[in-house]
T-cell receptor, first 114, second 110 residues
Framework: DTGVSQDPRHKITKRGQNVTFRCDPI?????LYWYRQTLGQGPEFLTY????????KSRLLSDRFSAERPKGSFSTLEIQRTEQGDSAMYLC????????????FGEGSRLTVL | RKEVEQDPGPFNVPEGATVAFNCTYS??????FFWYRQDCRKEPKLLMS???SGNEDGRFTAQLNRASQYISLLIRDSKLSDSATYLC???????????FGTGTRLKVLA
């Protein structure tokens, strides 16, 4: 399978714990995105990378969130000191090309904070 | 004002009906526009890109009105399998960031 893969698919954690999600994009895609989605809402932009450079980060994202893409391939999204409001589906997507084309999404990582 | 706004619905329509969704965007310099489809508990997938001249793909027609800053999606001859959430997506100028609307839920009834 050469699509976008995310791990873990489900994560249940206690408030105050740190969690990390991994995303492996489609191999030839140079751009990688993280979104957060809650029930009844569209995906909310968190951040995106072009190769290893983090080019944009949502102002809504608190300092507890950090993302990396160290070698321009896979990416990690870490949430420190989780809060119940962090419970959501975290979606990763990748794309390539100019002008902006299709975003290919992974199946998401569902986070539940108790 | 949200960057991309959609009527959340739900739209409940009978099979065979024609249904239209609108979406407005706030940044007049936005460059690229898309409709995505999201099935329940699944990831979004591209339905179609929206071109300035309008475009059609089978039963689906997308239109862009830059002057009024809105995008529309028309679905003709609705099928049960069209039941999903339709997300309007806009790409801003000078960036590869994609902004999603809240989505419009469609339920096609037998």
């Amino acid at each position: 399978d050469t699509g976008v893969s995310q791990d873990p698919r489900h994560k249940i954690t206690k408030r105050g714990q740190n969690v990390t999600f991994r995303c492996d994009p489609i191999s030839e895609h140079n751009r990688l995105y993280w979104y957060r989605q809650t029930l009844g809402q569209g995906p909310e932009f968190l951040t995106y990378f072009q190769n290893e450079a983090q080019l944009e980060k949502s102002r809504l994202l608190s300092d507890r969130f950090s993302a990396e893409r160290p070698k321009g391939s896979f990416s990690t999204l870490e949430i420190q000191r989780t809060e119940q409001g962090d419970s959501a589906m975290y979606l990763c997507a990748s794309s390539a090309g100019t002008p902006p084309g299709e975003l290919f999404f992974g199946e998401g990582s569902r986070l539940t904070v108790l | 004002r949200k960057e991309v706004e959609q009527d959340p619905g739900p739209f409940n329509v009978p099979e065979g009906a024609t249904v239209a969704f609108n979406c407005t965007y706030s940044n007049s310099a936005s460059q690229s526009f898309f409709w995505y489809r999201q099935d329940c508990r699944k990831e979004p997938k591209l339905l179609m890109s929206v071109y300035s001249s309008g475009n059609e793909d089978g039963r689906f027609t997308a239109q862009l009105n830059r002057a009024s800053q809105y995008i529309s999606l028309l679905i003709r001859d609705s099928k049960l399998s069209d039941s999903a959430t339709y997300l309007c997506v806009v790409n801003g100028p000078g960036t590869y960031k994609y902004i999603f609307g809240t989505g419009t839920r469609l339920k096609v009834l037998a």
